[in-house]
């Protein structure tokens, strides 16, 4: 994409790309839903507070060699090593492929392997959907956390009954509400993507570009059954 961007930037054309980024010599701005390091500190912290910080619990992942995935995972490592999770010990890291079925199985090997396993964190929608609807139909169900990324209206029913107290993502429609913003504000001259720059986000307030010219939405969305209700996504 980035010849055609470039091309179009030549003729005064501002570029803002948000969720999935082109290289930076294809835009002045991008706008990212959240930091790596937001999402995998995050998941650890939301899982944490459900299980009182203590017991065995397991990682849920899609493949080994997902990037975006074991960057999470490097991160949730690291928030694990901090003393108020001294009592929480991280026993696997398992793989469902980002297949529903092998997604289910691992769940199910994972709760057979290790008996006193206290909590799941799956860092993917296909997984924490698949693990959700395991425990949702077993003893576990109230027993074992699980938290994790998954989208409101895959996860509904799980939080509804009872299976999965909070899980996170990000909100689309603030995604896409920042980028028109961004957008409006390089069209208009107030910024160019120069790291320092700030500018006015309607009813999300001010936001400044970061290095590389990325502008972050915020900490990611928590969901519970106090809030779900107001997602459609």
Avoid: C, H
């Avoid at 493949?63 to 991280?90: C, G, R, S, V």
């Amino acid at each position: 994409m980035v010849p055609a961007l470039k091309a179009a930037q030549s003729q005064g054309v501002k570029v803002v790309t948000f969720d999935s980024d082109t290289a930076p010599e294809g835009r002045q701005v991008f706008v990212n839903q959240a930091s790596a390091e937001d999402l995998g500190r995050s998941e650890v912290q939301l899982l944490a507070k459900q299980i009182k910080n203590s017991g065995e619990i397991a990682i849920l992942s899609a493949t080994p060699n997902a990037t975006n995935q074991n960057t999470w995972i490097k991160f949730m490592q690291d928030e694990l090593k901090k003393p108020e999770y001294k009592d929480m010990k991280l026993v696997k890291v398992a793989y469902g492929n980002d297949d529903d079925q092998d997604s289910f199985q691992q769940t199910q090997g994972l709760l057979q392997a290790y008996p006193n396993l206290k909590g799941i964190i799956s860092p993917t929608t296909v997984g924490i959907a698949a693990a959700a609807r395991y425990l949702s139909g077993s003893n576990y169900k109230g027993k074992v956390a699980l938290t994790g990324l998954g989208t409101p209206n895959q996860m509904r029913k799980f939080v509804q009954d009872g299976t999965v107290q909070a899980f996170e993502l990000w909100d689309p429609g603030k995604l896409g509400y920042l980028a028109a913003y961004a957008a409006a504000a390089l069209a208009s001259g107030q910024i160019t993507g120069k790291e320092g720059e700030s500018f006015k986000a309607g009813e999300l307030g001010d936001y400044k570009v970061d290095k590389g010219g990325e502008v972050l939405l915020g900490p990611p969305q928590v969901f519970d059954k106090q809030n779900i209700a107001q997602f459609d996504f």
